[in-house]
């Protein structure tokens, strides 16, 4: 909801939000409307009544929809659907160099197993560079002269107790002291509140500042009766997002948040931009670019829109109580409760069974770490199921423990850890050096003094091929 604390903004903002749903048609969710003081208080009891910055009284709410899903899961479900398909899909690999014809046309590239060192060259009759905000360092792989097409733009977020937002609903404030929009939702049994985009440099592990950390504090708590404390974050993160602007032409200011889809005389394709809520749209561009062009045979249309990806086919809403009905918990009598239930449905679709088939044979239905649904059996699911080859893999990128609890997260740490070095068999100095890297990284989800980027980054160090866009990707 948007709060309205002057009554010139309850027209501004139901017009402007009547618009939204007019250009949604028939796929918006439900048609936004207006509450009144008495039935926002209702349905967000934690909603000042008045704002703190100015004394104005609150007018009223305008109440939009929107959707919001975990992006760790969506990815991780895209590589495991296109590897079913048959695609041939690797992670923690390196790009080294591209490789070119007689012509001077990318045919594939030499890449690095950063797990093995194994190098090894790839060909494809289409190379598509697709690697977010590092495209440039690919396409500058290529050639060094190329200009470069992406501004990075960060987001920082913190996770917050889920009693600072109700369960159905979210707040978001479009103009904060300096034209930022603030947003506060609830998220996996938490609440995320974080910033719009900010100007960034391009790192590999980026970092919100304390300073960032706090903005957003303040911010929220203006709004807010709930005492907003700094102890409350319970995880922090900075994301980038790469807005590109079109190569084939010379106006910078065309970047935008629109992807952009464009073939290099090295007959290399290049989609970047975009968002989430586009993946689709961009990976037919791309597609349908190569096919263009001729490198790619065109064969049957496309069939993206209505792709169900791995995981969809047996889903419904109410798989969770399947779930819990016919899961037998083997360390105690009695049922899953209902909470691992809905986690293990919204996660794994009709998967979930998967899960806890390995949580009853192997004995493996206790929690990762109390407070959160996560079962052990999903460590030992994802390594055989999901390309999970490091800790760092599941609790950032098949997991959202890092990103939802950092205490929670350090803790359950060393299990993850010995549940992965049994089906690894790594020897008690390897996951020694397991826990030391992962714990290295989990401490980039708290804050720094001074977070600066590593201009020029490369995509070359071989990140895990399903984390989202660096890191912090998409609340």
Sequence with gaps: MTPCYCWWEVPYYWLGLKAYDLVAGTQGLTMSRFNGRKESHRQFPTLAQTRSEDGSSLKGTIVYYDGQFDDSRLCVALACTAALAGAAVTNHTEALKLLKDNNGLVIGAEVKDNLSGKKSHVYAKQVINATGPFADSLRQMSDPSKPSIIMPSAGVHVTLPDYYSPEHLGMIVPKTKDGRVVFM??????????TT????????????????????????????????????????????????SDPSTQDTASASRDHVASMDTDGMITIAGGKWTTYRRMAEDAVDLACVNGRVPAGQPC???????????????????????????????????????????????????????????????????????????EVVYAMHHEYCETPEDFIARRSRLAF??????????????????EEKGWWYPKRQRELKRAKAFLSTFTSQPDAPGIKNASPKEGTDLVSSQNKGGGA
């Design 185 to 194: 939702l609830p998220w996996l049994d938490a609440t995320i509140a974080g």
């Design 197 to 244: 985009d900010s100007s960034s440099e391009i790192t590999m592990q980026p970092q919100p500042t304390e300073k960032e950390i706090q903005f957003i504090l303040d911010a929220i708590s203006e709004y807010l009766t709930v005492k907003v404390r700094r102890s409350d974050v319970m995880s922090a993160w900075s994301g980038i997002r790469p807005l590109a």
């Design 303 to 377: 069939q993206t829109s209505h792709l169900a990806l791995l995981g969809a086919h047996g889903y419904d809403p109410a798989l969770f109580t399947e779930v819990a009905q016919n899961y037998t918990v083997p360390h105690r009598p009695g049922a899953i409760d209902t909470r691992v239930a809905k986690h293990l449905a919204a996660s794994y679709g009709d998967r979930a069974h998967d899960v806890t088939r390995i949580a009853e044979q192997r004995k493996l239905g206790r929690r990762l770490v109390r407070g959160h649904p996560v079962l052990e059996a």
């Design 404 to 421: 939802l609890d950092h205490r929670a997260c350090e803790e359950a740490l060393p299990r993850v850890v010995e549940l992965m070095g």
